[in-house]
């Protein structure tokens, strides 16, 4: 890539000629862009006593693909005649372009709920599937997965937004994390916190653009919002957006932040020396105490996020995945099966988030999506040592109880963290107010992402 | 000439030429049956995605479903685009601060490794050639450790002496000038073999002659070195043009184009149209690309041509 060879050269000297006269000669019919795409299709079920044939799925390498793996494994001992291959992939790399091609297709793929809507039209249509289990499935992960009212995906995990925090840090500054109900309230045990140490930024300020949007959309959708409505019409000139980033202002004014990469070595400093004490944040930071932190692991503790108003929703969503059926998979009646299984059949929820070999107090950085298998008194792992051995299940799954619906996420969302991303992280270095957040955002997402869809 | 030079041979059966129509054939298959396996070769996968790739830049394909024909949409798209310009203008920052720099360092390296009595010669050679020989992902990898700003070895120097870190790939100041490094770092190996090439290809008894009329080391330099190796700056120049605007891989592993776009060349920001499905505009970008990248080899090429003339 960094050094074209002369043939090339020559090629690229000869292309816009070459080109001229192939595209006049027009004999291009055959090869027209968008003529091998397929529509959406429905699928229905089959019976599970007579399910019998072979599927490939797909799961994030890593950690995840283990806890899966296992999980598969007891879908293998309930329908014998099935045969998985699990497959580890670098599912952000090779997923999308393999729905493009059609090539090599899995059955059944992982996938994140923001990646959903841009390749519904390659995917089965679960609407009819997923019936069943709608009223008892999150309305903000069915919301996600819907694409003109149609549901693609098969809703897995619920990431609600928590606020972690270091209790010995807030026991010596008076703070009485109880009483953290509202945003304000988290400005003020801040200032307590930094008049103990000047040098703290007490509260976690994202300096990556695009965990940093993310943040910010759990906190529109801890007001009822998000970035486009049902129509994709884009909704970020509007008053929940303009709270928060006035919150961040005020906050960042006033000295009460540190700004930094998640959990890089930096933040990892500030979280041990105590400066960072309070961490709005995903469920998954529960990482962070269990395998980062050193000196302070045991001190951290967690509960709902503050409201924005006294009385307002105590959750926001921030991220989550899903399981996909491409339309041209081999055999989608038993990846649904096997789908079914792991995300609203007790056995299946059991095994991914219950006790295993990879994690043996269970999988604890995010809560089922489907609300029986979210029981407050029927937790699925354990309290977390690395918390003081605090109930993390408590905590997360009564916050995932509050978290409001959404809209679909937009095909462009990803892309919209080059101009919102990036703009936040101005207003979060104090070179932006939020009015020139809000307009730069709107106009440049609007022109070259709206328009374009 | 005598006539018995114009007696055809006695025997003719044996030296007369085959039929008019089997030799035609002999000769006009055999060498297309060669050189077929390059044009079909070719043909797919050079002119049909080049061709493919020109008629989706007058079309609105996301990568499925139908594409509809929208004239030149997408180029006065990109060409009213401010992010286009500025991706544009990053490549030429780049550029300015290799291509410079890149032609006098390499030539000063080759001049040293031309020279016969410069010890460890072979080390230093092996030295300039290995980072162009290594894989570039590993190298930006290295990259994103050395010069990280919380970790990185750069900063732990620095502050070991008493100065304060540098946000090396995280300032819209530093980032450009950090990626040029390992663009220099890893392509100053070839301009120094091109160069050590073109000097060991003048001939020695033209320096003899000036040191015989009394021309000084840096006279001889100036007068003797540079035009006869200016073909190969020249060559140098134009190749790494090309190379600095098509310049992906290096901002792509190791800033993905921040901090807020100050490192998304020409490259990567037609890149991000492709992974945003946006299909049609990607291609229109790759031939403004491929558009400016022409005249920019055939200014190099015709101010090489006036001063050979």
Known sequence: ?453 | MTPATLTPPRNEEHTAPAPLRTRRRRLSLTPYVFVAPFYVVFAAFGLYPLVFALQLSFTNWKGAGEARFIGLDNYTYLLTSPEFWASLGNSAVMWLLIVPVQIVGGLAAAVLLANARLRLRGMFRVAFIAPFVTPLVAMAQVWIVVFDSDYGLVNHLLRLVGLPGVDWLTSTTWAKPTLALLFLWKTTGFAVIILLAGLQAVPSDVYEAAALDGASRRRQFWSLTLPLVRRSIAFLIVVQTLAVFQMFAEPFVVTQGGPYGSTTTGGLYLYNHITASDLGTGAANSFLLVLLVFALSLLSVRLLRSRDE
Request: glycine content about 8%.
């Open chain 1, 1 to 453: 890539m960094s050094r074209p060879s002369v043939p090339r050269r020559s090629v690229l000297r000869g292309a816009l000629g070459v080109g001229a006269l192939a595209v006049g000669a027009g004999p291009l019919a055959a090869c027209a862009p968008g003529s091998t795409g397929s529509g959406p299709r429905k699928l229905t079920a089959t019976s599970s006593a007579s399910a019998k044939g072979e599927i490939t799925i797909w799961s994030r390498s890593g950690d995840l693909y283990k806890v899966f793996d296992a999980a598969i494994d007891t879908f293998r001992r309930a329908h014998p005649h099935v045969t998985v291959h699990h497959q580890a992939v670098d599912i952000d790399s090779k997923l999308a372009n393999t729905l493009i091609t059609g090539a090599d297709l899995p059955d059944g793929s992982f996938w994140d709920d923001a990646k959903i809507g841009s390749q519904a039209e390659h995917l089965y249509d679960l609407t009819d599937l997923i019936a069943p289990y709608r009223k008892d499935t999150s309305p903000y992960k069915l919301s996600v997965n819907t694409v003109d009212g149609r549901i693609y995906g098969v809703p897995w995990d619920l990431d609600p937004g928590l606020l972690w925090y270091r209790e010995d840090l807030l026991e010596d500054a008076g703070v009485d994390p109880a009483g953290l109900a509202t945003y304000d309230d988290l400005l003020d045990a801040a200032r307590a916190l930094k008049e103990r140490n000047p040098k703290a930024g007490p509260i976690h300020l994202e300096k990556d653009p695009f965990l940093g949007q993310l943040w910010l959309e759990m906190l529109a959708n801890q007001q009822g919002t998000s970035l486009a409505d049902a129509k994709g019409a884009l909704r970020l000139d509007s008053e929940e957006y303009r709270t928060i980033l006035t919150w961040v202002r005020s906050a960042v004014h006033e000295k009460l932040v540190t700004h930094t990469e998640y959990l890089k070595q930096g933040d990892l400093a500030a979280l041990e020396d105590g400066r960072q004490a309070l961490v709005p944040w995903a469920t998954w930071w529960s990482f962070a105490p269990q395998q980062l932190l050193k000196k302070t692991r045991g001190k951290w503790r967690v509960t709902r996020l503050p409201a924005w108003t006294a009385g307002g929703a105590r959750s926001g969503a921030m991220g989550g995945s899903s399981f996909i059926i491409p339309a041209k998979a081999k055999n989608p009646e038993l990846a649904w099966l096997l789908y079914e299984f792991l995300c609203f059949k007790q056995p299946g929820y059991s095994a991914v988030y219950g006790p295993g070999s990879v994690y043996p107090g269970g999988l604890n950085t995010s809560v089922p999506s489907y609300t029986p298998a979210r029981k407050a008194d029927k937790p699925l792992f354990k309290p977390v040592d690395a918390l003081g051995g605090q109930d993390l299940w408590k905590v997360a799954v009564d916050a995932a109880a509050t978290i409001p619906a959404a809209a679909p996420i937009p095909a462009w969302w990803g892309k919209s963290i080059d101009y919102l991303g990036n703009n936040l992280q101005r207003l979060m270095e104090g070179s932006m107010t939020p009015d020139d957040v809000i307009d730069d955002s709107t106009r440049k997402i609007q022109r070259n992402l709206v328009d374009r869809a």
